[in-house]
């Protein structure tokens, strides 16, 4: 996959499957969160960190549409793209089965965050992803 800040590799698990045989809807926000998490993971951030800091990053909104569905043993990357608006960071991710490079799902999800308990502006966002936002 081209034109991503981050990509991440996975393989779906049978017992994410339903009984006809392709990936729960429900597992593909999974999907989204786990690569999120290595991304901060690969840029040497992590959530626990941030909270010992008093930051909590949380997800205020998510929107996923299923284009293909994932069948049980396919490998898939999740692309990762941001986007800076207001006090929220949005992640722009995309789902491709790795076979044949068919979109499985499109996500966006916004996320905000807390300082201490308070809505922030975001500026944390700007301060860690300044060399990609």
């Known amino acids: 996959m ?15 499957c339903d009984i006809q045989g392709v990936v729960n809807n429900a597992n593909y926000q999974h999907y989204l969160e786990h690569a999120r998490h290595e991304f901060l993971e690969s840029i040497g951030g992590s959530f626990s960190s941030m909270h010992g800091q008093g930051f909590d990053p949380m997800v205020s909104k998510v929107t996923i549409e299923y284009k293909r569905p994932l069948r049980g043993g396919e490998k898939f990357v999740v692309g990762i793209n941001l986007v800076r608006k207001g006090a929220k960071l949005i992640f722009m991710q995309d789902i491709y089965n790795l076979a044949d490079g068919a979109l499985s799902a499109k996500g966006e999800v916004d996320v905000i965050c807390l300082k201490d308990g308070r809505l922030t502006r975001g500026e944390i966002f700007d301060e860690m992803f300044k060399e990609i936002l």
């Open 2 to 16: 081209d034109g991503y800040i981050f990509e991440v590799e996975m393989k779906v698990r049978d017992y994410e």
